[in-house]
T-cell receptor
Framework: QKEVEQNSGPLSVPEGAIASLNCTYSDRGSQSFFWYRQYSGKSPELIMFIYSNGDKEDGRFTAQLNKASQYVSLLIRDSQPSDSATYLCAAQTGNQFYFGTGTSLTVIP | GAVVSQHPSWVICKSGTSVKIECRSLDFQATTMFWYRQFPKQSLMLMATSNEGSKATYEQGVEKDKFLINHASLTLSTLTVTSAHPEDSSFYIC??????????????FGEGSWLTVV
């Protein structure tokens, strides 16, 4: 079983809609969780991190963490074509960071 | 966010030669840096974890004699691809771990280096 799992997609949403990206992790000892965005041909960039149960909002992005279910999600409100990218979920356990394989998101104008 | 700089962004080298890629944390000290490789349309593959002042920890299947990693200071780690072959052509990305009171452990990525071996 992989440490972090994501649906590879592709996920397509119309412009202005809410995009919902999901991630599960296997190690209950994981402490912090991260969402990165990666455009094609570029390196990942940090969107936000979360370490407490519940929701964390930053602009159009909301990260949700449910430690009991070992589930992390990222909601993107008012999706824009510029949000089209691969979204990587990562879990930190001790000194290690485990990445999912990423979900490809396409926002259709 | 924190800045991690990677150099060069693009490099073309001849088969059999060696190439060095640098990764610098510009505004923080990083005791731990990570090196990844990514082939087109594939996910990140962790190659090794680089710890300042000690030997790197390589992932299974990664040849330590081929991919030499040096983390001589708290702001610089280097990856040297030795005796490069065309199959080593890939996107190499480094990341550095920032330890902060508010952020906990967060990693930031360099811009990546495209290596083409001809």
């Amino acid at each position: 079983q992989k440490e972090v799992e994501q649906n590879s997609g592709p996920l397509s949403v119309p412009e202005g809609a809410i995009a919902s990206l999901n991630c599960t992790y296997s190690d209950r000892g994981s402490q912090s969780f991260f969402w990165y965005r990666q455009y094609s041909g570029k390196s990942p960039e940090l969107i936000m991190f979360i370490y407490s149960n519940g929701d964390k909002e930053d602009g159009r992005f909301t990260a949700q963490l449910n430690k009991a279910s070992q589930y992390v999600s990222l909601l993107i409100r008012d999706s824009q074509p510029s949000d089209s990218a691969t979204y990587l979920c990562a879990a930190q356990t001790g000194n290690q960071f485990y990445f999912g394989t990423g979900t490809s998101l396409t926002v259709i104008p | 966010g924190a800045v991690v700089s990677q150099h060069p962004s693009w490099v073309i080298c001849k088969s059999g030669t060696s190439v060095k890629i640098e990764c610098r944390s510009l505004d923080f000290q990083a005791t731990t840096m990570f090196w990844y490789r990514q082939f087109p349309k594939q996910s990140l593959m962790l190659m090794a974890t680089s710890n300042e002042g000690s030997k790197a920890t390589y992932e299974q299947g990664v040849e330590k004699d081929k991919f030499l990693i040096n983390h001589a200071s708290l702001t610089l780690s280097t990856l040297t691809v030795t005796s490069a072959h065309p199959e080593d052509s890939s996107f190499y990305i480094c990341s550095a771990r920032l330890q902060g009171m508010e952020t906990g452990n967060t990693i930031y990525f360099g811009e990546g280096s495209w290596l083409t071996v001809v």
